[in-house]
């Protein structure tokens, strides 16, 4: 059957259900698309909150948001498809299939987010600059992209060989593309906040676990959308992404309170903007949010249930998911949020920064963009990620 | 804006404190605070400062410091070195540094001797832009 | 071992090794860093000496000739903002942003009383331009020939990057042009055209602004930065970005 191409489509009785949601994911895309270009017409200087001295905002934690959750996602199914043996194989052909899709979605955002996208596309090619990180970063997940398509393409044709190189080069790819997302940041000396070498190592980081929270939150989705009971193998896979989980949620906690740590004994710009997480304006998003429901409780959760019940790591998965959007947040607001000027006469302690309508459509549209692709994965391509059907490694030791 | 609100809280007790200790000092030395309702603008010139926005903007005078402080007359100045009425220096060519310099306007105290020099310490009477923004308000300076 | 043996040991750091050596190894670190930074606008010096004493460039090491530079004589500035009206109008600045501004401070003489110091910042054309670095799309560099910091409108893709970058808020977002615009030294506007200073240098009625060519000795930036017991300090130094905007009170 080599070089058959299996698109089907899903069972009648899900078709409803998709269908609805489907429209729904359309009806989002459309309306975050259309405030981006009313944005866009009327100017991101009035649209959008941003400002001189804040040019960055929530949606570029939000593209950074998607891009990091589809490096986890392919960094995750290419140990999965190299090592088969490695419990989570049968859910990873749904991984790199979600990790194109919330990279498109961190695509719709960022390409919406900058002032005028029709310039990159001639620019990055005819004046590249290989010092600067966006342009890497560009580079890096524009090329994992194209990788993944490609190596998707060839599960579909069941090379299963070939898509293991491949899915070994995007999730190279990916990972630079993420590290190099974190330079953007860190190797900003003008905002000592992100300055250092943490970040674009805590992104991978953080990469990992919003990969694993973002398989077992699908799959789950997928199986009640389909109104079946979670097969043997497939649970055993999301098991072990709620190990992962439980891993990644500790080793996050950790770098997270030696950031504070360093920063509490850094400059006054430093103590500063940690105190603008710990007390100041960015308290709630971070003590609530990025730390208890982000990080504290889903692990908590995980470990007190044993990994027993898919809906425990669902519940578990969606509160990592939420907290990782905030922690996105509070990391580009609160590298910003202190003046440089501070000190001098009118220039107050902290910046106040509050998202706009258009900003909040956008990230709507990234939504949409990510739901509307794990739909129509669920439609087109269901007999894929079921593990018994096609996959490389579980072919061959579950048939 | 939670670290704001904290800050509130304790300036709030500070000004409260300030109070207290303000009203010790009041009851200690006999109501000398009190002297700030009584400037008297017959005897001092008027309260509200003065301002020059030519030929730079902007330069302040206060009569307070120079009058009830410095123990200066009107006589002093008027209608001598300036007119009465107030804008009429800044009218004229020589209302410059370099008069300053040479003995007229401010520069007749301000010479070193009797006050610093009119050369030194620039921002003490230079308000400039941000200044008197602050004092008169925004939509008195078209230009900004 | 005691105290006095271990004080007449040898010294086994850079400082013993002869000044050839010590140079190589300086030079190994330069083109290490230079690497990273990939650029020949970046390794005027090594990073160390921005925070040292001086923060002036050695004489003979200026990259550029002219080396434009501004010196600030900073106390003299009493804020009547005539630079930034000539900026504004010289080169059409929208009134929603600014190429130069002036910023103000407190500095406490004891007690209640204070005194005012006005601060005129703008680009400061750095010799390790962050914003340079950053750049996607090359919409911005460093001229060839003076060191000017430029911009080209039509390759800015609006990432905003180059402003989040800058160490000194020397740059916007200008809605007319769908581009980042910052100062330039005039060079469009009045350099180019065989004007000799900058917009905002000429309006300054208090001659706090000092525009000039730093490699030339007998300039006046050259001659302001270089006379004896003048202390020269330029704005936020720790970011290794080496700005060719220097403050003095002399």
């Not at chain 1, 000027?341 to 949409?368: D, K, M, R």
């Not at chain 3, 106390?75 to 009134?95: F, G, M, Q, W, Y």
């Not at chain 3, 300039?219 to 704005?235: A, E, I």
Request: charged fraction near 15%; glycine fraction near 8%.
């Amino acid at each position: 059957m080599e070089g058959n191409v299996t698109i089907t489509s899903a069972p009648e009785a899900i078709k409803p259900a998709i269908n609805r949601l489907m429209w729904l994911a359309l009806f989002m895309i459309f309306i975050g698309v259309a405030g981006a270009v009313y944005a866009q017409i009327i100017g991101h200087h009035h649209a959008f909150a941003n400002t001189r001295e804040m040019p960055w905002g929530m949606l570029i934690g939000v593209y950074a948001y998607f891009a990091i959750i589809s490096t986890g996602l392919c960094v995750l199914a290419a140990f999965s498809h190299v090592f088969g043996g490695n419990r989570m194989a049968p859910v990873a052909n749904r991984m790199v299939w979600l990790s194109i899709m919330a990279l498109l979605g961190a695509f719709t955002v960022i390409g919406l987010e900058i002032e005028n996208p029709w310039r990159m596309p001639l620019g990055v090619i005819l004046h590249p600059n290989v010092t600067s990180n966006i342009w890497w970063m560009g580079t890096l997940y524009g090329m994992a992209v194209g990788i993944m398509l490609l190596e998707f393409g060839l599960i579909l044709t069941k090379r299963f060989t070939a898509a293991v190189i491949f899915g070994v080069l995007a999730a190279i790819a990916e990972s630079l593309a993420n590290s190099n997302l974190g330079s953007v940041f860190a190797s900003l000396s003008s905002h000592p906040f992100w300055y250092g070498a943490q970040l674009p190592i805590f992104f991978l980081g953080s990469a990992v676990l919003s990969g694993a929270a973002a398989i077992v939150l699908f799959t789950h989705y997928s199986y009640i959308l389909q109104k079946k009971e979670i097969g043997e193998y497939t649970f055993l896979s999301l098991q072990t992404a709620g190990k992962i989980m439980i891993l990644m949620t500790f080793l996050v906690s950790v770098a997270t309170g030696w950031k504070f740590a360093n920063a509490y004994s850094g400059s006054e710009a430093m103590v500063m903007a940690a105190d603008s997480l710990t007390s100041g304006p960015l308290s709630t998003n971070f003590w609530v949010f990025e730390i208890g429901i982000g990080l504290a409780l889903p692990c908590l959760l995980l470990v007190v249930t044993r990994l027993k019940s898919v809906y425990v790591m669902s519940t578990a998965a969606l509160m990592i998911l939420v907290g990782q959007f905030f922690s996105r947040f509070n990391l580009v607001v609160s590298g910003e949020i202190v003046p440089a000027n501070y000190g001098f006469v009118g220039v107050p302690q902290y910046f106040s920064y509050s998202p706009t309508v258009a900003e909040y459509l956008l990230v709507i549209a990234g939504f949409g963009v990510v739901g509307f692709g794990f739909l129509a994965g669920e439609w087109f391509l269901g007999k894929v990620f079921h593990h018994k059907v096609f996959h490389p490694h579980t072919d061959i030791d579950h048939h | 804006m939670w670290g704001n609100y904290k800050m509130k809280k304790i300036l709030l007790m500070l000004l409260f404190a300030t109070f207290l200790f303000g009203g010790a000092i009041l009851a200690a030395t006999g109501g000398d605070q009190a002297k700030d309702d009584e400037y008297d603008e017959d005897e001092y010139g008027p309260a509200d400062p003065i301002i020059w926005v030519k030929p730079v903007k902007s330069v302040v005078f206060e009569h307070k410091i120079h009058t009830m402080e410095a123990g200066l007359d009107c006589d002093s100045c008027h209608d001598d070195l300036f007119e009465m009425e107030a804008g009429v220096a800044e009218e004229n060519d020589d209302f410059t540094m370099e008069s300053l310099y040479d003995g007229g306007y401010c520069g007749s105290c301000h010479d070193g001797d009797t006050a610093f020099a009119s050369d030194t310490r620039c921002t003490a009477c230079h308000i400039g832009v941000r200044g008197h923004t602050r004092l008169v308000g925004e939509e008195e300076m078209p230009s900004h | 071992m005691k105290i006095n043996d271990l004080e007449q040991l040898e010294s086994e750091d850079i400082t013993t090794l002869p000044s050839t050596e010590r140079r190589t190894f300086l030079k190994m670190g330069l083109a290490v860093t230079g690497m990273y930074l990939s650029g020949t606008v970046l390794s005027l010096t090594t990073a160390g000496r921005v925070n040292a004493a001086n923060v002036v460039p050695e004489s003979g090491e200026y990259p550029y000739n002219p080396h434009y530079s501004m010196v600030m004589r900073e106390h003299l500035c009493i804020d009547c903002e005539r630079c930034k009206e000539a900026c504004t109008k010289t080169n059409h600045v929208p009134s929603h942003g600014f190429r130069t501004t002036i910023l103000e401070k407190r500095r406490s003489l004891g007690g209640d009383a204070y005194e005012t110091i006005f601060v005129p910042v703008l680009c400061n054309h750095c010799n390790r331009p962050p914003c340079v670095r950053v750049c996607p799309t090359t919409a911005t560099w460093k001229d060839e020939k003076t060191g000017i910091v430029v911009m080209e409108p039509s390759r800015c893709i609006g990432c905003k990057t180059c402003m989040a970058a800058c160490p000194y808020n020397a740059r916007y977002f200008k809605e007319e042009t769908r581009a980042v615009d910052k100062c330039n030294f005039c060079l469009d506007t009045r350099l180019s055209k065989g004007e000799t200073t900058t917009a905002c240098a000429e309006a300054c009625p208090a001659d706090v602004r000092v525009f000039g060519n730093l490699a030339d000795p007998d300039s006046r930036v050259f001659q302001l930065l270089h006379s004896p017991g003048t202390t020269v300090w330029v704005l936020r130094p720790e970011t290794g970005a080496m700005p060719n905007v220097f403050y003095i009170n002399s």
